[in-house]
């Protein structure tokens, strides 16, 4: 990989193409020291992680912005609806017939609570299940 890419543009790699839990779970811990909800797919292939956002596309892209650190005006988002009214990225012809859940992110989440968070969550909720950090979700 270029190691001209940062970080947190390789982190959105596993959120575009299917990757190993190990991957999503790295992004996910990066992606939790600002942002609180996260969407999360367990495809035939592999796993794929988002930013959430109620909001629709709009805050969405604004948040991604954010967590890649660049102005909102460079990015370009694909997004998709969820029954449950979150916004995310990708289309879901992209990973038909995905097991998907929602987390809510802590800042103090390490990849292992991140990893059971994942690995316990209820699927296709319509608010996170799991937190992170191992509460209880507002």
């Keep these: 990989m270029d190691p001209a890419v940062s970080p947190r543009t390789r982190h959105m790699g596993c959120g575009q193409h299917p990757s190993s839990l190990e991957d999503v779970v790295a992004a996910l811990t990066e992606a939790s020291r600002a942002e609180r909800i996260a969407y999360v797919e367990r495809g035939v292939d592999g796993w794929r992680w988002s930013l959430a956002h109620k909001g629709g596309p709009y805050p969405l892209l604004r948040i991604t912005a954010r967590f890649l650190q660049v102005d909102h005006r460079r990015v370009m988002v694909p997004?998709?609806?969820?029954?449950n009214g979150y916004c995310v990225w990708g289309d879901i012809a992209d990973n038909p017939g995905a097991v998907w859940r929602m987390i809510e992110l802590d800042k103090?989440?390490?990849?292992?609570?991140?990893?059971?968070?994942?690995e316990t969550a209820s699927p296709a909720t319509d608010r996170p299940t799991t937190t992170a950090s191992g509460r209880r979700p507002r």
């Excluded at 997004?79 to 029954?83: D, G, I």
């Excluded at 103090?108 to 994942?118: E, G, Q």
């Design 79 to 83: 997004t998709r609806s969820l029954p």
């Design 108 to 118: 103090k989440a390490t990849p292992r609570s991140i990893t059971d968070a994942v």
